[in-house]
């Protein structure tokens, strides 16, 4: 069993729809949890980081943290085609090991 | 935000030859450096952590004499593929760490090298 599922799609949705990504991990011990937008052939890029449980929004783009439930989620509003990439969880423990665990991503493509 | 290039952006190679791979953080320094490797379709997989001036730290599985990372300077990392073969052909990237001690989200990502070896 992987330490992260990540579901990998594709996901193909209109322009202007809400998109729900989500990530289900089975290691108590990770505590921070990060998005990256990674468009391809390129380095996955910082959207998101949150660390407790609960929402955190920037943008068009929400995280939501149920550690209880060990499932993360990205929320994106209004999606552009721009969005189209493939976007990746990553998690971290709280033990000085700095280095991310990440999920399979998933791709996700906003038709215009 | 904090910038981490990577040389060359794609590199082909021989089967038997050696290709060296770099990694700068070009506006801040970096005690640590993360080397990950990502096949096609999939997830980023950590190779190694790279700590300037000691001995890199290697993931299970990750042949230690095949792929050699130097990280000699707080600015520059350096991954060797040693005796490259088809299956070595992935798409390699790394991450700076902005501050060690600091939060997660100071950790960079270059835009990664992709190697073909023939």
């Known amino acids: 069993q992987k330490e992260v599922e990540q579901d990998p799609g594709p996901l193909s949705v209109p322009e202007g729809a809400i998109v729900s990504l989500n990530c289900t991990y089975s290691n108590s011990a990770f505590q921070y949890f990060m998005w990256y937008r990674q468009y391809s052939r390129k380095g996955p890029e910082l959207l998101m980081y949150?660390?407790?449980?609960g929402n955190k929004e920037d943008g068009r783009f929400t995280a939501q943290v149920d550690k209880s439930s060990k499932y993360i989620s990205l929320f994106i509003r209004d999606s552009q085609p721009s969005d189209s990439a493939t976007y990746l969880c990553?998690?971290?423990?709280?033990?000085?090991?700095?280095?991310?665990?990440f999920g399979s991503g998933t791709r996700l493509q906003v038709q215009p | 935000g904090a910038v981490v290039s990577q040389h060359p952006s794609w590199v082909i190679c021989k089967s038997g030859t050696s290709v060296k791979i770099e990694c700068r953080s070009l506006?801040?320094?970096?005690?640590?450096m993360f080397w990950y490797r990502q096949f096609p379709k999939q997830s980023l997989m950590l190779m190694a952590t790279?700590?300037?001036?000691?001995?890199?730290?290697?993931e299970q599985g990750v042949e230690k004499d095949k792929f050699l990372i130097n990280h000699a300077s707080l600015t520059l990392s350096t991954l060797t593929v040693t005796s490259a073969h088809p299956e070595d052909s992935s798409f390699y990237i790394c991450?700076?760490?902005?501050?060690?001690?600091?939060?997660?989200?100071?950790?960079?990502f270059g835009p990664g090298t992709r190697l073909t070896v023939l």
């Open positions: 506006d801040f320094q970096a005690t640590t």
């Open positions: 949150t660390y407790s449980s």
């Open positions: 790279s700590n300037e001036g000691s001995k890199a730290t290697y």
């Open positions: 990553a998690m971290n423990m709280d033990t000085g090991r700095r280095a991310l665990t």
């Open positions: 991450s700076a760490d902005l501050l060690a001690g600091a939060r997660t989200d100071t950790q960079y």
